[in-house]
């Protein structure tokens, strides 16, 4: 996957229709109450994040987005308004070969489409694509969890990427939300949603330690909802992944947000990065990242274990 091209002016025009279209109307599966196939997890292999001509320095950026509750507005703002400023900010800071695969979590005890994977891509349409796709469930427990392990699960046992692969270049990986995470997936669940033969629980723990041997991990708690300064959830996260625990005061700057981590992870000054913002947006991301630093790539070997 990945093969296409980002283009503005294609995302412009798809900006322009959907002003008169209403949430069901573009996230079909919203409407209908349905998983898609494409993202259903069950017997899921592996998602390929691939070099091409088109695209030689390929970089696998999985993004999960909470789909519970209030969290189900973010997909929309994404899709309405903000993809553009997500793959303009990378490509325009020298991110050139961007792969990103939008999924979806829930909560994996009380909703029904709990996890979508989506594909990794790099084109307009096929972004747009795979985010209208997603099944906005709008469920949740109610207990301040979420099953944000799931991406943990996904990225660290079910994609295969160019990146880390041939360059020894993690990709990045995020999850989106306001709660904390279930501290296990167990293997009944495992076996019913992923399709495993056989499986053992599985520990948040060692799930995350599996997803970071190939992508930087960053989960980025959007401070708006019932958990606002909540000092039970950050204090979760801040335990869990340092600073790479990002406090996002406005979900409207969440794709300047993203982007720009990407960005300064690579090496890119945030003060460069967020000149172009607007100050509300320059400000939100600068909090977010003000404990970020670079990491230094130059060193990097190839992901291959030669056994």
Request: net charge negative; charged share 25%; with cysteine.
């Amino acid at each position: 996957m990945g093969y296409t091209d980002w283009s503005s002016d294609a995302y412009t025009h798809l900006k322009k229709t959907y002003s008169k279209k209403s949430r069901g109307d573009i996230f079909k599966n919203t409407r209908s109450r349905k998983l898609a196939d494409e993202l259903n997890p069950f017997g899921l292999k592996f998602r390929e994040s691939r070099d091409s001509v088109a695209h030689p320095n390929s970089l696998a950026i999985g993004v999960f987005l909470d789909v519970t509750g209030s969290m189900g507005r973010i997909p929309e703002q994404l899709i309405r308004h903000k993809l553009g400023a997500l793959m303009d900010t990378m490509i325009d800071h020298n991110i050139d070969d961007p792969q990103i695969m939008f999924s979806a979590i829930g909560d994996h005890i009380s909703d029904r489409c709990p996890l979508q994977v989506g594909q990794f891509e790099s084109g307009t349409d096929e972004l747009n694509d795979g985010l209208a796709k997603i099944f906005i469930e709008g469920g949740g427990g109610g207990q301040c969890m979420e099953s944000y392990l799931m991406a943990w699960l996904v990225a660290g046992r079910h994609t295969s990427i160019d990146c880390f692969e041939k360059r020894g270049h993690k990709g990045f990986l995020f999850t989106i939300g306001d709660e904390k995470s279930w501290h296990e997936l167990d293997a009944n669940w495992l076996k019913k949603t992923m399709g495993y033969s056989q499986a053992e629980t599985l520990s948040a723990k060692e799930l995350l330690e599996e997803a970071q041997r190939m992508y930087h991990v960053f989960h980025i708690h959007v401070n708006e909802t019932g958990y606002k300064d909540n000092p039970e959830v950050i204090g979760y996260w801040k335990d869990l992944l340092g600073e790479r625990a990002l406090i996002l005061d406005s979900h409207e700057s969440l794709a300047e947000l993203i982007a720009s981590t990407v960005a300064v992870i690579r090496g890119v000054d945030l003060g460069i990065l967020t000149a172009g913002f607007d100050p509300k947006t320059a400000s939100s991301v600068k909090n977010a990242l003000m404990k970020i630093q670079p990491v230094d790539i130059s060193k990097a070997k190839s992901g291959i274990i030669t056994l």
